[in-house]
C-alpha cells in the first residue's frame, strides 16, 4: 500500500464501514487534504494562535489515527502537548518535524494517489 500507513487499519475500517471501497476513499481524501491541513497547522503556529493550532493539530492527528498514519499521528500528538502548554517555541520544531513526516508520506502517497484518481468518482466496484 503506502509507506506511513498501516494497511491492517485500512482494513478494519473498511470491515467497520462494510465497505473496502469507502475506506480506501476515505485515505484517498485523507491524502489529498494532508498539504492543506499541514499549511493550516504552520499558519497558526506560527501565528501563535492556540485555539486555531489545537483544533488544526486535533484534526490532522484524528484522521492519522483512522488512516493507520501513526508516524503522522504521533508527531501531532507531540505538537498538541507543546500547543496546550502554550509552548510555541518548541512547537514550531515540532512544526517543521511534521512537515518532514507528512512530505514523506505525501512522496509515498503519490503512486497510490494517481492510481486511484485514474477510477474517476466514487462508486462501488463490482
Not at 56 to 62: C, D, E, G, H, M
Not at 81 to 91: H, P, R, T, Y
Not at 106 to 109: E, F, K, P, S
Given at each position: 500500500?503506502?509507506?506511513?500507513v498501516n494497511p491492517q487499519v485500512i482494513q478494519d475500517l473498511g470491515r467497520e464501514l462494510n465497505s473496502p471501497h469507502a475506506a480506501l476513499r476515505f485515505l484517498t481524501d485523507f491524502l489529498a487534504m494532508l498539504p492543506q491541513r499541514f499549511?493550516?497547522?504552520?499558519?497558526?503556529?506560527?501565528?501563535q494562535d492556540?485555539?486555531?493550532?489545537?483544533?488544526?493539530?486535533?484534526?490532522?492527528?484524528?484522521?492519522a489515527a483512522m488512516?493507520?498514519?501513526s508516524e503522522t499521528e504521533a508527531g501531532c500528538l507531540a505538537l498538541q502537548?507543546?500547543?496546550?502548554?502554550?509552548?510555541?517555541?518548541?512547537?514550531q520544531i515540532q512544526t517543521r518535524q511534521l512537515g518532514d513526516i507528512v512530505a514523506r508520506l505525501?512522496?509515498?502517497?503519490q503512486p497510490f494517489s494517481r492510481a486511484q484518481g485514474s477510477f474517476g468518482p466514487c462508486a462501488e466496484r463490482r
Open positions: 500500500m503506502i509507506d506511513g499549511t493550516r497547522i504552520q499558519s497558526a503556529v506560527a501565528a492556540s485555539e486555531d493550532a489545537m483544533d488544526a493539530v486535533l484534526s490532522l492527528k484524528i484522521t488512516t493507520g498514519a502537548a507543546s500547543i496546550k502548554n502554550e509552548d510555541f517555541a518548541v512547537a505525501n512522496q509515498a502517497a
